[in-house]
């Protein structure tokens, strides 16, 4: 040790130092992973909350009414056990949309434009499927109770297919424009602006067709009249679900 | 002999109080910096050990070894081969043979005094 120069100790010393720092860091950085950290300031938090206790009041009010037609299982004799059941194949019949029915909405009128100045127009406008598929899924999401489009009314299950150049709704011919699109919905008002002010207006423009909305007090959509086809429909087991 | 011990922990302690973490796309060089690291000291306490120790070439040693280390590294990441696998196994080896040597020193230093002492009270 005595050969070992002052110079040469603190140099030593020095790496030495910049081992354990480094030795350290690596231990710091295989041994911690990244905490995830709760960012939400006070309004989101209390937003979050805020959604949580509407779905929950939601939940509530689910099983509560399950509840209640439960009660009425229990409570009665047969004939009205079968008057509860009848009711409930109704509601659900009401629900998937094989029922006629009627309420307050709007009605969109679609209807060619002509354009005589324009030379490679085509001759008659017709409805392309992804532009109606386009428009369903729209006011579905803007929160449509029922949909109809001229007097076949879109289901879940609804096909839109090309067939030959044709849109078929429902495995049927649409008939040619114009076309009347009703939607059944519990705030007309709200959905007239929501239509308004959706881009479809402009992509059927581009297609060289008008689109008219209206509200509507009395509106009576029709029931879809064909099988339902359920065949290909599975049980996810791993997905428990409710009611709705 | 003590002041470079010192220093390790100071170095140590340092490290942890700082709270440096280094980013996941870099760990692979810090890995492998650290085992050349490791390699110098081991390497340096056997040279000490032959009495053989030289200063400077145990400063470029440290230095070198962990820059080709990462450049190592470096080059495996860019040719899409784990390269850095060859330094880990490379340095790995090596400090087995140098903890081995050291070890045989060691055995043999606790032998010759063990005789002296031995002669010493004959």
């Known amino acids: 040790m005595n050969a070992v120069s002052k110079r040469s100790k603190w140099l030593m010393s020095i790496i030495f130092a910049i081992i354990g720092f480094m030795v350290a860091i690596q231990f710091q950085t295989a041994s911690s992973e990244p905490e995830l950290r709760d960012t939400r300031d006070q309004w989101e938090v209390r937003q979050e909350l805020q959604e949580q206790q509407k779905l929950q009041q939601e939940l509530l009010e689910q099983i509560t009414s399950a509840d209640r037609i439960l009660e009425e299982y229990d409570e009665v004799s047969d004939e009205e056990k079968l008057e509860t059941l009848k009711g409930s194949i109704e509601q659900l ?25 324009e030379e490679d127009a085509p001759a008659y406008p017709t409805v392309s499927t992804s532009l109606l598929t386009h ?38 011919p649409m008939q040619p424009l114009p076309v009347e699109i009703k939607v059944l919905t519990s705030n007309p008002k709200k959905m007239l ?47 428990e679900t409710g009611e709705n | 002999m003590w002041l470079p011990i010192a220093f390790l922990l100071v170095g140590i302690i340092l490290g942890l109080l700082t709270d440096i973490r280094v980013p996941d796309a870099y760990t692979d060089y810090l890995t492998i910096a650290v085992l050349a ?10 040279a000490q050990l032959e009495k053989k120790f030289d200063d400077i070439v145990f400063l470029t040693g440290f230095f070198s070894n962990v820059a080709l280390a990462a450049l190592l590294a470096f080059l495996g990441v860019q040719l899409g081969i784990d390269l850095y696998l060859a330094a880990v196994f490379a340095f790995g080896v090596r400090l087995f043979q140098n903890i081995a040597i050291i070890r045989r020193h060691l055995i043999s230093n606790l032998r010759t005094s063990n005789k002296l002492k031995k002669n010493t009270e004959k």
């Open chain 2, 37 to 46: 690291a490791f390699d110098t000291l081991l390497g340096g306490i056997r």
């Open chain 1, 135 to 172: 428009l369903i899924n729209e006011l579905n999401t803007f929160g449509a109770e029922g949909i109809a489009v001229g007097e076949e009314r879109v289901v879940s299950l609804s096909p839109i297919r090309n067939v030959n150049g044709d849109t078929y709704v429902n495995n049927r």
């Open chain 1, 193 to 239: 602006d929501y239509v308004n002010a959706s881009r479809s207006r402009d992509m059927f423009a581009l297609d060289d067709i008008s689109m008219d909305v209206q509200t509507e007090k009395n509106l009576k959509l029709p029931g879809y009249d064909d099988n339902l086809q359920l065949g290909i429909l599975e049980h996810d087991s791993s997905k």
């Open chain 1, 93 to 117: 019949e009401q629900q998937a949309g094989l029922t006629t029915v009627e309420g307050s909405g709007i009605t969109i009128k679609l209807a060619p434009i002509f354009q005589e100045w």
